[in-house]
């Protein structure tokens, strides 16, 4: 081998400190972002308080203390009980695991749904595209709360158990959701395949599966983060309001929005607000927090994309 | 001569130009017109001309990552264009393109030993436990070291990432290589370290390569034969010597006598083209050049110049060569 294809003789000493890959990069943006970190904090919080919060209440769920019904918050019961002596902060924190739960794993099914068929649409483009984005118009063009309404009544008619309804609905409310998402990572998609180092994996051979898989979906991630973010606070806002209606989460399993549906008379309303103002918050508070983490990875992402 | 590894026969690229309403095809731009040349075995062949001629678009589409409008590219006897996709991905391995782009060219997601190792496993040409020895030994034949195989490509300079680059394609062992302007964005002392690379890759591996430049003495340092393109045509096509010392074609002459001398005090007659390239989308009549050209005629203006052969091998369209 001649002296030009030798090793080059670089000065630089082989460097200690691992390198960065582009998401410590984007991790190290994001956690300059005060709001985002204080976001952050409170979802931490929140998984925290509901997941392990329950172990170290002396209450149980099915506890109808007859005896302590309506009771205000006092030091035995910290937020109060309802009108079947039920423990409010247990059933807070209870609720809040379903609530969350639903959030993340609809989301999750949109965004696995929404990025696959949005990958496919924009690498193969031709009919592929034409017949993946008509059925996402098809879903777009849906109006989703009469459809739920159905589908609730479909599955109270059908007798489905209290505690399996939670999985329906997380079906559901993912189902209904995957529509935008693969138009984000289409759109993505469209122009990355025009980038040159698409022309090199097709110059390599390398197989369809890789392309995508390896190479394109990776780049739309940051786009998928944000908007699922989102989406899970939009999943959590849906799963109340629908729990609120009475179609989503049904008692006796708790959820926020069904908590709050219980204080649905003017006396529960005005003269027993730790009924309602316990959950409430609890929505309020965790959808703004991920709204900033969302907001926050946003600008950590995808800088191009501020403002 | 040797046998031809690729040959190119009457090789045509139109992109159409969609407008109105219903983006019916108004136009044709005529990236590449009718080219034809061959290519043998172990040469380089150094295709040039300035941009927007059709170099990069013929690199592309005779490794079919364009679609032709019309021709023949036959490579090893195989008609590249009629394979089917099975067929094709088969024959990527044997070749392959280095692109001009150091920076676009690589994603910026995939580290680098995964980048330049993994058309090797979707080839089925090596066990994974093997495959990162390969993918090691190959960044150090371009000139880079292990540790490197774990970076991402926005660690490194231009000139490690054409390194990269060229990894990424010799690993796959390819017979033949379009070079795509592969210096043509780097610092001009990082371009002779790429240039010797090539070639040194070239003397050990039998490399056939087509190089792709607008730099001439880029290619007079590389390349055994050259072509020179203006608007999508073959205007000029000889061996290295033979062009240099005998160039026929108008617009080779203006090319070469644009080529920096490094000695200050040599006086030279500068041809300096009047006005810029037409568009390929409405190409001149008759011979194409005819509206820069020193010697145009009416002649020039009403008939197309026939590519022919003036002995020696050497290749010209022009009335008056």
């Not at chain 1, 030009?4 to 082989?14: D, M």
């Not at chain 1, 972002?33 to 929140?46: D, E, P, T």
């Not at chain 2, 010799?170 to 033949?176: C, D, K, R």
């Amino acid at each position: 081998m001649s002296a030009e294809t030798a090793p080059l003789k670089t000065n630089l000493p082989v460097p200690k400190k691992r390198p960065d890959s582009p998401w410590r990069i984007a991790i190290r943006r994001f956690a300059r972002n005060r709001l985002a970190v204080i976001g952050l904090f409170i979802v931490v919080f929140m998984f925290l308080l509901c997941f392990i919060g329950p172990h170290f209440s002396p209450y149980d769920l099915y506890d109808y203390n007859k005896l302590d019904k309506n009771l205000p918050p006092s030091s035995k019961y910290w937020l109060g009980t309802d009108k079947l002596g039920r423990d409010i902060l247990l059933r807070m924190m209870l609720a809040g695991q379903i609530s969350l739960l639903v959030g993340l794993v609809a989301t999750s099914i949109s965004v696995i749904i929404g990025a696959t068929m949005g990958a496919l649409a924009g690498f193969y483009r031709k009919w592929v595209d034409t017949l993946i984005m008509r059925i996402a118009d098809i879903f777009m063009a849906l109006p989703t709360l009469p459809i739920l309404i159905i589908l609730g009544a479909i599955l109270s008619d059908l007798k489905v158990e209290p505690s399996d309804r939670i999985y329906y609905l997380m079906l559901i409310i993912g189902v209904l959701g995957w529509s935008s998402i693969s138009r984000l990572v289409r759109g993505q998609i469209l122009g990355l395949r025009e980038q040159e180092f698409m022309q090199a994996t097709e110059a390599l051979g390398l197989k369809d599966r890789r392309k995508i898989f390896r190479h394109l979906l990776p780049n739309t991630i940051p786009i998928i983060i944000v908007s699922a973010t989102l989406g899970v606070a939009g999943a959590i806002i849906f799963e109340s309001s629908l729990s609120f209606l009475g179609i989503g989460v049904v008692p006796p399993t708790p959820s926020w929005g069904n908590m709050i549906s219980s204080a649905n008379n003017l006396i529960d309303f005005r003269k027993r607000p730790w009924l309602w103002i316990p959950p409430g918050m609890c929505i309020l508070v965790t959808v703004v927090a991920i709204n900033l983490i969302g907001d926050g990875l946003r600008d950590a992402l995808d800088p191009k994309m501020k403002k | 001569m040797s046998q031809a590894l690729i040959e190119v026969d009457g090789l045509k690229k139109y992109f159409p130009i969609t407008g109105g309403v219903f983006q019916r095809t108004v136009g044709n731009v005529r990236a590449v017109d009718g080219v034809s040349f061959s290519i043998n075995k172990g040469e380089s062949f150094g295709l040039v001309g300035e941009s927007g001629c059709g170099k990069s678009t013929i690199g592309r589409t005779i490794l079919r990552l364009l679609e032709k409008t019309e021709g023949k590219v036959i490579f090893n006897g195989q008609d590249i264009h009629s394979l089917s996709k099975t067929k094709m991905r088969e024959m990527r391995p044997k070749m392959q393109i280095v692109f001009q782009d150091p920076f676009s060219s690589l994603n910026p997601r995939i580290k680098v030993g995964e980048a330049i190792g993994e058309a090797l496993i979707d080839h089925g040409l090596v066990n994974r436990r093997e495959l990162k020895d390969r993918v090691i030994e190959t960044l150090e034949i371009c000139g880079l070291a292990a540790y490197h195989y774990d970076r991402y490509p926005h660690e490194f300079s231009g000139g490690q990432r054409q390194r990269i680059g060229i990894a990424r394609a010799l690993i796959l062992n390819p017979e033949f290589i379009v070079a795509d302007e592969p210096v043509s964005a780097l610092d001009v002392s990082i371009q002779a370290q790429i240039i010797n690379l090539l070639s040194d890759l070239q003397r050990e591996k039998q490399l056939t390569y087509l190089f792709i430049s607008h730099d001439l003495s880029v290619v007079e340092h590389l390349c055994n034969r050259i072509g020179v393109m203006y608007l999508g045509s073959m205007v000029e096509m000889a061996s290295k010597e033979e062009l240099f010392r005998n160039p026929l074609h108008p617009y080779t002459k203006a090319l070469l006598s644009a080529v920096p001398v490094p000695d200050p005090t040599l006086k030279r007659d500068r041809i300096v083209l009047k006005g810029d390239i037409p568009s390929p989308a409405n190409p001149p009549s008759g011979c194409k050049f005819h509206t820069r050209c020193p010697l145009a005629s009416d002649l020039c203006k009403q008939q197309v110049p026939e590519y022919r052969d003036v002995g020696n091998d050497h290749f010209v369209a022009c009335h008056y060569a």
